[in-house]
């Protein structure tokens, strides 16, 4: 079945790098997700990768697809106080749906 | 985002109480989803549309209805409210060039 999973927390010093960590089932599934959620905020749109990508880079944000793991990563660089959230890893099915699959959130905290 | 509004932002319920949800977009989506988010937790999927007329299940649609009568409306239904349908409630759009979804600004439901 399909399934996404995240650890829960991680805590980074400012100006650290953060890497946060997911995987996930579905091998068809063609395009993976970062989404970011601010306390009772609605979900943001961060970044996506194409499944024949093995990174992405966007500003600060670089994203590493390992396919023969399904392991998904997201890498912030120079952390910020203000990039404290939670942040979902999702993956497409690829069905009639196009629905999304959400793992549980890592919530990120950066201190000062 | 991607011009989706919900109305309402907030509810507070009695059980056995009904209410409905609304999601509406500006723009010419024939997709649109609603899915919940419980602490802890990512979104799943309760309902979906893909086009004017029609629903489909999704993960969780027990004790909801929808309905999408109008192609820039999806309705999502409460008919007698329970406490474990206390959640916020997220309406989604879909699939971008990439299938990427944008969503709304929820609506926090608290059922007593």
């Known amino acids: 079945g399909e399934d996404v999973e995240q650890s829960l927390f991680l805590s980074v010093r400012e100006g650290d790098s953060s890497v946060i960590n997911c995987t996930y089932t579905d091998s068809s599934s063609t395009y993976l997700y970062w989404y970011k959620q601010e306390p009772g905020a609605g979900l943001q749109l961060l970044t996506y990768?194409?499944?024949?990508?093995d990174m992405k880079q966007d500003q600060r944000l670089t994203v590493l697809l390992n396919k023969k793991d399904k392991h998904l990563s997201l890498r912030i660089a120079d952390t910020q106080t203000g990039d404290s959230a939670i942040y979902f890893c999702a993956e497409i099915a690829m069905d009639s749906s196009y629905k999304l699959i959400f793992g549980s959130g890592t919530r990120l905290l950066v201190r000062p | 985002n991607a011009g989706v509004t919900q109305t309402p932002k907030f509810r507070v319920l009695k059980t056995g109480q009904s209410m409905t949800l609304l999601c509406a977009q500006d723009?010419?989506?024939?997709?649109m989803y609603w899915y919940r988010q419980d602490p802890g937790m990512g979104l799943r999927l309760i309902h979906y549309s893909v086009g004017e007329g029609t629903t489909a299940k999704g993960e969780v649609p027990d004790g909801y209805n929808v309905s999408r009568l109008k192609k820039q409306n999806f309705l999502l239904g409460l008919e007698s409210a329970a406490p474990s349908q206390t959640s916020v409630y997220f309406c989604g759009l879909p699939p971008g060039t990439s299938y990427e979804q944008y969503f709304g600004p929820g609506t926090r439901l608290t059922v007593t």
């Open positions: 990768i194409f499944s024949n990508m």
């Open positions: 723009m010419n989506h024939e997709y």
